[in-house]
């Protein structure tokens, strides 16, 4: 199969927080076009296994290898935290991460040298951010906590109003952001949704990082670098896949991506081995 850079770029996510990556790349990249897989039979990645996160993350990469992709975009923390180096040695393409692009942006943001990380128990327990920033800037402080129910309370739609505030209070609460931390990394897709109410309660000397934008820089750096830009004006296709139904998916979606989506496939995975 040869990849070129007249082939899509692939992303894939659990769900649907993925699409504020997505979103990051049209902006950054419009002439691109786009393959996004949401696994959302299976959502959430975060409170699962490594090992079945990656064969999960194996799966849908093999989905978007069907698709001609010149580049694979992994937008999942969890994923990116457990899966990235399965993914390099299985795949013929370029694999890019969040969590690096997003330490980076920490690491360069923060004047105390004292950064926290929430993300979803997986990511968190996995020491990916520790270990990514510890090779951007080493001897930074770093304080995690995992924040599982604030991947619901996105899906839903409850971001704003009293129940998110109270359960950000909670997660936020215990020391984790005293002492001096500036930075606070969401290490989640879905979190920016709930960055308002994130802002409001970690309080306005605290900056908020969101992987996104970084990401989406880093995917044009390493297009460059493989020559695989695409240089001629030619139709710019957006493709959305699903593994359950597409209605929740559309509904819930246009509020990451900022506008509806339309013609979402359903899909079925299979799993190697």
């Known amino acids: 199969m040869r990849h070129d850079r007249h082939g899509p770029i692939g992303v894939f996510d659990s769900g649907v927080g993925g699409l504020t990556v997505l979103k990051a790349l049209i902006d950054r990249l419009p002439l691109e076009s786009t393959v996004y897989l949401g696994d ?17 993350s194996l799966a849908n990469a093999d989905v ?18 457990v899966a990235l180096p399965a993914l390099r040695e299985a795949l013929p393409v370029p694999v890019v ?18 950064v926290a990380v929430i993300g979803t128990p997986g990511t968190i327990a996995s020491g990916a951010y520790q270990r990514a920033l510890e090779v951007v800037r080493p001897g930074l402080e ?10 619901p ?47 409001a309660v970690a309080g306005p000397g605290v900056t908020l990082v969101d992987s996104a934008r970084a990401t989406a820089d880093r995917v044009a750096e390493v297009l460059h670098e493989r020559d ?18 597409p209605a929740r998916f559309a509904e ?13 496939s359903q899909i079925d995975l299979k799993l190697r081995g």
């Open 97 to 114: 991460g969040v969590i690096s692009p997003g330490a980076s942006v920490a690491a360069a943001t923060t004047k105390s040298g004292r």
């Open 40 to 56: 959302t039979a299976r959502v959430p990645y975060g409170t699962k296994s490594g090992e079945v996160v990656t064969k999960y």
């Open 153 to 199: 309370l996105a899906e839903e739609g409850w971001v704003a109003g009293d129940v998110p505030r109270l359960v950000a209070e909670r997660y936020l609460g215990d020391g984790l952001l005293s002492g001096g931390v500036d930075t606070l990394v969401l290490g989640c897709t879905h979190y920016p949704l709930l960055q308002g109410v994130i802002h």
């Open 142 to 151: 770093l304080r995690t906590r995992a924040c599982p129910l604030f991947v």
């Open 252 to 264: 819930v979606g246009a509020r990451f991506l900022g506008h509806p989506i339309s013609g979402a």
């Open 228 to 245: 695989l830009v695409k240089k001629e004006r030619l139709a710019t296709e957006r493709h959305y896949l699903v593994t359950d139904t």
């Open 64 to 81: 978007l290898l069907e698709y001609g992709i010149k580049l694979l975009v992994v937008a999942c923390n969890t994923a990116s935290a």
